[in-house]
């Protein structure tokens, strides 16, 4: 059987939900969420991520766990607030010494 797969409204209420908000869980989900749309990745590449796969500055991000294992760049230009906010974020968080990019359960 097919999966279902979230339609564009879908994902807006996702993004709606966590778009305003200050908490440090709907800021990392909200740029968690940006970064799978804005990047087509794969689950498994994106829960391996490390903070230093990020370049805000050039506005890409690097993809090391890929099913080929071949790193990818990926663009993540059109996300750049989100993901520096969250990265402001996570600076705070008790955590942040973690080389995981994203923290949290």
Avoid: C
Wanted: hydrophobic share 40%; no cysteine; net charge neutral.
């Amino acid at each position: 059987a097919a999966q279902p797969t979230a339609t564009l409204e879908d994902l807006e209420r996702l993004l709606q939900a966590t778009r305003n908000s200050i908490g440090f869980n709907s800021v990392r989900d909200h740029a968690l969420i940006s970064f799978f749309w804005a990047t087509g990745a794969r689950r498994s590449e994106v829960a391996k991520m490390k903070v230093t796969d990020i370049d805000i500055l050039q506005g890409t991000a690097t993809l090391m766990a890929t099913k080929n294992r071949e790193p990818r760049g990926v663009s993540i230009e059109s996300i750049a607030t989100s993901m520096q906010r969250y990265l402001v974020f996570r600076d705070r968080h008790g955590d942040r010494a973690e080389e995981a990019l994203w923290l949290g359960q």
